[in-house]
C-alpha cells in the first residue's frame, strides 16, 4: 500500500497474491450465499422489485348514478 498508495497498479493477476485471491473469492461467497444474492441474476430481478415499477393501486371514482343522481363509487377500468 504505501508503494502504490493511489492503488493504479493492478495486482489481481500477480501470482505471487493468487492464494490472497482465492481466500477473498472464498468469502466473498459465502457472504453472497449467507445474503441469498444469487449474482448476476440478483442484479437481474432487483429491477422488478423497484416501486417505480410496481403497479400502483387505483382509487375509486365517483360518479353520478343516472337513476338517483347522487355520487357512487365506481371502480376505474
Do not use: F, Y
Amino acid at each position: 500500500m504505501t508503494q502504490d498508495q493511489l492503488e493504479w497498479k493492478n495486482l489481481a493477476g500477480d501470482p505471487a497474491l493468487a492464494h490472497m485471491k482465492a481466500e477473498l473469492k472464498k468469502q466473498l461467497a459465502m457472504w453472497m450465499e449467507s445474503q441469498g444474492d444469487k449474482g448476476v441474476q440478483t442484479e437481474m430481478e432487483a429491477k422488478d422489485h423497484q416501486a417505480r415499477n410496481q403497479k400502483k393501486p387505483t382509487r375509486p371514482v365517483k360518479k353520478k348514478s343516472a337513476k338517483t343522481g347522487k355520487k357512487i363509487e365506481a371502480n376505474r377500468e
